[in-house]
């Protein structure tokens, strides 16, 4: 037996629009999950919506229920947290009813593997779970960067992923953490979270560690100048098609200062033996139980507004660190 459901696609660089979609009955070892909040991850999601994917990464940036291609049309997205409504057979019947989170796109109802769907705790809120895969790659980072006690560290760039990251690196002990962004307006949030906040010119310098993740070359310029000696960057950014230059011939060769990428795509290598994204992103979830971060919500739409909210987003005429979408009416 099968059911209608409405999914958000990409159907061309610059255009989105909501399809109907086939979901079948959920097969021994699947369940059905319905719906209830999704969340735009902006950066990526708006760099997939205009068609910025390079092509020789276009297997590397596949999520893991995508459908179809780059540049489009693509069905794409990560950040999706439902309630099991159906499920196959006897084994899944404890996830009846339940919360889950999933790495799906936006979609009002779909069939998935049990095993693709974590529970989401008690004390987290639907909404605020959609936060799961974003503070995932910020756990990822914070192994990766391997920060000390009383470090003094730059997250440069303040939006949604860099502000979860201050707010797990101001849980180590002794340590000073500054935002540092263009928009004011990514100041209460920063402060909100338990970080200091700078504009770039009014940056601290001579940092052991900065965490870029602005997505943009004068980001990356400006992590290196706030570094001190020996100092490193661990880099988030997804530039996609966007060329990057930097100015190396300063302190960077006498310094001794290092780039170093993080991507969430496979457990830190100091982590990997002994993790797996599965206990990666349950442990997301857990740290969620933490209110604080419902300062990184800054705003709702209804889903069949999604294809303008989409376009909103791209453009930068809608401001948003975090911009969920609710599936109250479907």
Known sequence: MTAVARAFWVRAPGAGE?????????????????????GVSRGTETLVFRGGVPEDQYAAMRAPFQEGDFPGPVKYGYLNVGVVDQVGDDGSRDLLGQTVFCLHPHQTAYVVPADAVILVPDR?????????????????????????????????????????????????????????????????????LGADFALPADAPSGRDLVVHTSATGSGLQLSLDLLGPEGEVIDLSWY????????????FHSGRLAIRASQVGVVSRSRRSRRTTRDRLRL???????????????????????PRVMRDLASGELHALCHTISYDED
């Open 18 to 38: 909501i399809r109907p979609v086939e979901i079948r009955d959920p097969d021994v070892g699947e369940v059905r999950v319905r719906t209830v909040h999704s």
């Open 124 to 192: 987290v809120p639907a909404e605020r779970a959609v936060l799961a895969g974003t503070v995932e790659t910020a756990i990822n980072a914070v192994w990766d960067a391997k920060p000390l006690i009383g470090d003094r560290i730059a997250v440069v760039g303040g939006g949604m992923v860099g502000l979860c990251v201050a707010r797990l690196l101001v849980g180590i002990e002794g340590t000073e953490v500054t935002v540092v962004d263009v928009d004011e307006r990514h100041a209460p949030a920063a402060l909100a």
């Open 240 to 251: 996609g098609d966007l060329e990057v230059g930097l100015r190396l011939g300063g302190a």
């Open 284 to 306: 997301a979830l857990d740290l969620l139980r933490d209110p604080a971060f419902d300062v990184l919500i800054t705003g709702t739409s209804p889903f069949a507004d999604l």
